[in-house]
């Protein structure tokens, strides 16, 4: 039975896709909506993602409200080639899925993101995991919902492994690093689930291949991850599998046990001109004062992975 209200806030791609199922498939929370944002691809192709997915779920009841377009920095988002190499041209592994019948609410997704911290607070679950610019926007409109919301557990940064945009900065902080700087030195209840823990929790096509018993639901969405394995192998970013980074922040959210954690008050890099842009780092002037956040270091990648293996059984199969 579900004892929290959970908010997905994701810039829908393969991954986000993953993290959706999950969420949609744990009975210990309710999934009372999806705020969309730019990241993977653009607004307008994230928030039909979202839709679409919902739609072969057959939770069309979830509603989608559309995020910010762009960072807090720009006026404008173009889609990097290596979100397309990686995701696709249309975020999903070029997989074609039917068009949802419901479209997104006309309520935007930061006045949503408010409105739920005050109705449900402690209760309240947010996972973003794309840019953090939503949640900033929300924080910045009304400070008050940082120390309302209960959780906020977050996919992004990397505190004791490299960055996989530049040696220190992960891509879903990169592509706002002064909103992602803002929500880190803001929001309580923070918990970061960064590339210190994603890139050891690893599906492989043995695993989808599973999937693709389950009926149409499940070959959809091997088609979708097996684009991801391959992007992973093509790229040489692991030739092992592909990492469940968006699906390991929504499990950590619901079963913290998962991970070991270090509470750290925590900050990010603004400094361009030397490069040190998009760094998730303790903030040296806070490091004495009580943490507000923690980031996440370890991983049980066996229990998690089987634990998702069987969540999602129950969402793919017909």
């Given at each position: 039975m579900a004892t929290k209200k959970m908010i997905l806030d994701l810039d829908t791609g393969v991954d986000d896709a993953l993290a959706l199922a999950l969420?949609?498939?744990?009975?210990?929370?309710?999934?009372?909506?999806?705020?969309?944002?730019?990241?993977?691809?653009?607004?307008?192709?994230?928030?039909?993602?979202?839709?679409?997915?919902?739609?072969?779920?057959?939770?069309?009841?979830?509603?989608?409200?559309?995020?910010l377009e762009h960072s807090s920095m720009t006026d404008h988002f173009d889609v990097m080639q290596v979100s397309k190499d990686i995701h696709g041209d249309n975020g999903l592994g070029n997989v074609t899925i039917e068009h949802?019948?419901?479209?997104?609410?006309?309520?935007?997704?930061?006045?949503?993101?408010?409105?739920?911290?005050?109705?449900?607070?402690?209760?309240?679950?947010?996972?973003?995991?794309?840019?953090?610019?939503?949640?900033?926007?929300?924080?910045?409109?009304?400070?008050?919902?940082?120390?309302?919301?209960?959780?906020?557990?977050?996919?992004?940064?990397?505190?004791?492994?490299?960055?996989?945009?530049?040696?220190?900065?992960?891509?879903?902080?990169?592509?706002?690093?002064?909103?992602?700087?803002?929500?880190?030195?803001?929001?309580?209840n923070l918990t970061m689930v960064g590339l210190d823990v994603t890139l050891r929790t690893l599906l492989s096509k043995a695993e989808t291949k599973q999937w693709r018993h389950y009926g149409h639901k499940g070959q959809i969405y091997a088609d979708i991850f097996d684009y991801y394995i391959d992007a992973y192998d093509r790229l040489g970013i692991d030739h092992r599998g592909a990492a469940l980074h968006d699906p390991l922040a929504v499990g950590i959210a619901i079963d913290p046990t998962y991970a070991t954690f270090i509470d750290l008050n925590m900050q990010v890099t603004l400094q361009k001109s030397s490069g040190d842009y998009g760094r998730t780092i303790g903030d040296n002037e806070k490091l004495l004062d009580e943490p507000i956040s923690r980031a996440a270091i370890d991983v049980d990648a066996v229990r998690y992975t089987r634990d998702f293996m069987d969540f999602i059984a129950t969402t793919l199969k017909d």
């Open positions: 969420a949609v498939a744990d009975p210990r929370v309710d999934l009372i909506g999806i705020v969309s944002s730019y990241g993977n691809n653009t607004l307008d192709v994230t928030t039909q993602n979202a839709l679409d997915l919902l739609h072969l779920l057959g939770q069309d009841d979830v509603p989608v409200y559309r995020g949802a019948p419901r479209l997104a609410e006309k309520e935007s997704g930061v006045d949503f993101i408010i409105s739920a911290a005050k109705e449900y607070t402690d209760n309240l679950i947010i996972v973003p995991t794309g840019p953090l610019t939503n949640l900033s926007a929300a924080l910045t409109i009304e400070p008050s919902i940082a120390t309302q919301i209960g959780d906020v557990t977050l996919m992004g940064g990397a505190l004791t492994v490299r960055g996989n945009v530049t040696s220190v900065t992960e891509a879903n902080i990169n592509q706002d690093a002064e909103a992602a700087d803002y929500v880190f030195k803001h929001q309580h």
